[in-house]
């Protein structure tokens, strides 16, 4: 039996864009040589001539499912926007979904070793999507929100381009229909005003840090007395936090409450929320 190892197989498959399997085969065939390995791919018409694996895929689209345990939203990348609107591939992406519905966590990687509809893994139809495509095709990230008895959780997808997503989690009643109301408009808003955190206790203090440095040197800048400054940053800081984060934004659809104080006047609690848009972290 050759010895290869799987870091080799990685790398030929990086080379040359063939799948999984097809790559394990070659080096199995070549007793372990990657020129060789390379050689028989490319004689098999399995290896692209441009290596596919160092494209960028930076279009995709996002897809959620929901299962009887929790609900997941996941991001599928593609080269370019004429694959991301193919039909095959939106079944794909929304399959991935069911799957990762199933399992908790975020690990992509773990995932890819699910076994999908037909008896493939994740990881093999997405090697056989890419033989049939041309395009290199990256199973970017995934999230799941696990339901329960005071879980209310909402989904909402920008349908028009599928290339935002957002799964919002409340402290509530998933068989209130204002709660469920409550959470689908939350998880708009998400989407429209994307917040990068929950709370202000949530943000990193290194970057309310750097936040209040820029801040202070704007005032100085404006004229204000350095006795002053402290006190303008601190009353400025709180429009940040305003900007950032959810509960503290003004509610889109009615500005004179916040999306927190809405939940709050609901009896409900929100936990947390994702926001996936293809291509940004």
């Known amino acids: 039996m050759p010895e290869f190892t799987a870091k080799m197989v990685m790398e030929l498959r990086e080379q040359t864009g063939a799948g999984m399997m097809d790559a394990k085969k070659a080096l199995t065939d070549a007793d372990g040589d990657m020129e060789k390995a390379r050689d028989i791919l490319r004689a098999k018409g399995q290896a692209s001539a441009v290596k596919r694996a160092g494209r960028a895929a930076s279009e995709g689209i996002v897809a959620v499912a929901t299962d009887a345990d929790g609900v997941s939203l996941i991001e599928l990348n593609s080269e370019t926007d004429f694959v991301a609107r193919n039909e095959d591939f939106k079944k794909m992406a929304h399959e991935i979904a069911q799957i990762a519905a199933k399992h908790p966590g975020d690990d992509v990687h773990a995932l890819m070793d699910e076994v999908a509809e037909g008896g493939q893994t994740v990881r093999q139809k997405i090697d056989q999507a890419v033989g049939?495509?041309?395009?290199?095709?990256?199973?970017?990230?995934?999230?799941?929100?696990?339901?329960?008895?005071?879980?209310?959780?909402?989904?909402?997808?920008?349908?028009?381009?599928?290339?935002?997503?957002?799964?919002?989690?409340?402290?509530?009643?998933?068989?209130?229909?204002?709660?469920?109301?409550?959470?689908?408009?939350?998880?708009?808003?998400?989407?429209?005003?994307?917040?990068?955190?929950?709370?202000?206790?949530?943000?990193?203090?290194?970057?309310?840090?750097?936040?209040?440095?820029?801040?202070?040197?704007?005032?100085?800048?404006?004229?204000?007395?350095?006795?002053?400054?402290?006190?303008?940053?601190?009353?400025?800081?709180?429009?940040?936090?305003?900007?950032?984060?959810?509960?503290?934004?003004?509610?889109?659809?009615?500005?004179?409450?916040?999306?927190?104080?809405?939940?709050?006047?609901?009896?409900a609690e929100l936990r947390r929320f994702a926001l996936f848009q293809v291509g940004q972290e």
């Not at 909402?154 to 349908?159: C, D, E, G, L």
């Not at 750097?210 to 402290?230: H, S």
């Open 132 to 267: 049939k495509i041309g395009e290199n095709l990256v199973f970017r990230r995934k999230v799941r929100f696990d339901t329960g008895p005071e879980t209310v959780i909402a989904s909402y997808v920008h349908t028009v381009t599928n290339k935002i997503g957002v799964l919002v989690e409340m402290k509530g009643d998933p068989n209130n229909a204002s709660h469920q109301e409550l959470a689908r408009n939350i998880a708009m808003h998400v989407a429209a005003s994307k917040p990068q955190y929950l709370k202000r206790d949530d943000v990193p203090a290194d970057v309310v840090e750097r936040e209040k440095a820029v801040l202070a040197e704007k005032t100085r800048n404006e004229g204000k007395p350095d006795a002053a400054i402290p006190r303008i940053v601190e009353g400025r800081i709180n429009k940040f936090f305003e900007d950032i984060c959810l509960v503290e934004q003004p509610y889109v659809r009615e500005p004179s409450k916040k999306i927190g104080q809405l939940a709050v006047e609901a009896g």
